[in-house]
T-cell receptor, first 114, second 112 residues
Framework: DTEVTQTPKHLVMGMTNKKSLKCEQHMGHRAMYWYKQKAKKPPELMFVYSYEKLSINESVPSRFSPECPNSSLLNLHLHALQPEDSALYLC?????????????FGPGTRLTVL | EDQVTQSPEALRLQEGESSSLNCSYTVSGLRGLFWYRQDPGKGPEFLFTLYSAGEEKEKERLKATLTKKESFLHITAPKPEDSATYLCAGIAYSGGYQKVTFGTGTKLQVIP
C-alpha cells in the first residue's frame, strides 16, 4: 500500500483564521514533505521532515508552521494567510529521504484564502 | 540553478496515436529522475524512477528512457484515460536531504 492521506480535501479560510492541514501515512516512511502547487505550476517544496525533525525550511513565511507529532503524521498550521497563499497543498513521504527513495504524494488539500 | 524543462507544454493526440514527451534537465549532482502523472486537482501519481543513462522502464502503454541530458516518456497507442499532466522531476541530494526539482509538465489530451 502506497497511500498518503490528507484532510481536509478543501478548505476556505479568512485572513484572520487559524486552521490546520493534516497528512498521514502508514508505510513506515521516515521522511515527509510539504509542497505548494499553484495552478498550472509544478509543486514547490516547502518543508522536509526526517525522523520527525525539521530538516529543511525553504524560506517559507512564518504564517506556515509545520509539525510532525509522530512518524506517521504531519501537520501544517496556518495563520494570518494572504489570498496569494491559495493553492493546492501536497504532502509526500519517502522511506528515509535518501537520494534513491521514491516520494509518494497524497491527494492534496485545495486551500482558498478570502 | 537546477532546471527541468518539459516539452511540449500541451499535446493533443487521437486515440491510438503514439508520441513522446520530452524532459531536459540541468541538475547539479543528479541522482535520478522521476516521472509522475497528475490529474486535475489531485496529487502526483508515481510512474517511474530512472537512475542512469541508458535505463528504460515500462508500464502498460508508457515507456520511459534516460540519457545524460534528457528523458523521454513514450506513449504507445494512448487511450482517453491516459489524459493527464505528466511531470518529470530531477533528483539531487543536497545538505543531507533529497531535493526534487519539478518541470512544468506536459498536459496530454487523448481524443476518442
Amino acid at each position: 500500500d502506497t497511500e498518503v492521506t490528507q484532510t481536509p480535501k478543501h478548505l476556505v479560510m479568512g485572513m484572520t483564521n487559524k486552521k490546520s492541514l493534516k497528512c498521514e501515512q502508514h508505510m513506515g516512511h521516515r521522511a515527509m514533505y510539504w509542497y505548494k502547487q499553484k495552478a498550472k505550476k509544478p509543486p514547490e517544496l516547502m518543508f522536509v521532515y526526517s525522523y520527525e525533525k525539521l530538516s529543511i525550511n525553504e524560506s517559507v513565511p512564518s504564517r506556515f508552521s509545520p509539525e510532525c507529532p509522530n512518524s506517521s503524521l504531519l501537520n501544517l498550521h496556518l495563520h494570518a494567510l494572504q489570498p496569494e497563499d491559495s493553492a493546492l497543498y501536497l504532502c509526500a513521504s519517502s522511506q528515509e529521504g535518501a537520494s534513491t527513495d521514491t516520494q509518494y504524494f497524497g491527494p492534496g488539500t485545495r486551500l482558498t484564502v478570502l | 540553478e537546477d532546471q527541468v524543462t518539459q516539452s511540449p507544454e500541451a499535446l493533443r493526440l487521437q486515440e491510438g496515436e503514439s508520441s513522446s514527451l520530452n524532459c531536459s534537465y540541468t541538475v547539479s549532482g543528479l541522482r535520478g529522475l522521476f516521472w509522475y502523472r497528475q490529474d486535475p486537482g489531485k496529487g502526483p501519481e508515481f510512474l517511474f524512477t530512472l537512475y542512469s543513462a541508458g535505463e528504460e522502464k515500462e508500464k502498460e502503454r508508457l515507456k520511459a528512457t534516460l540519457t545524460k541530458k534528457e528523458s523521454f516518456l513514450h506513449i504507445t497507442a494512448p487511450k482517453p484515460e491516459d489524459s493527464a499532466t505528466y511531470l518529470c522531476a530531477g533528483i539531487a541530494y543536497s545538505g543531507g536531504y533529497q531535493k526534487v526539482t519539478f518541470g512544468t509538465g506536459t498536459k496530454l489530451q487523448v481524443i476518442p
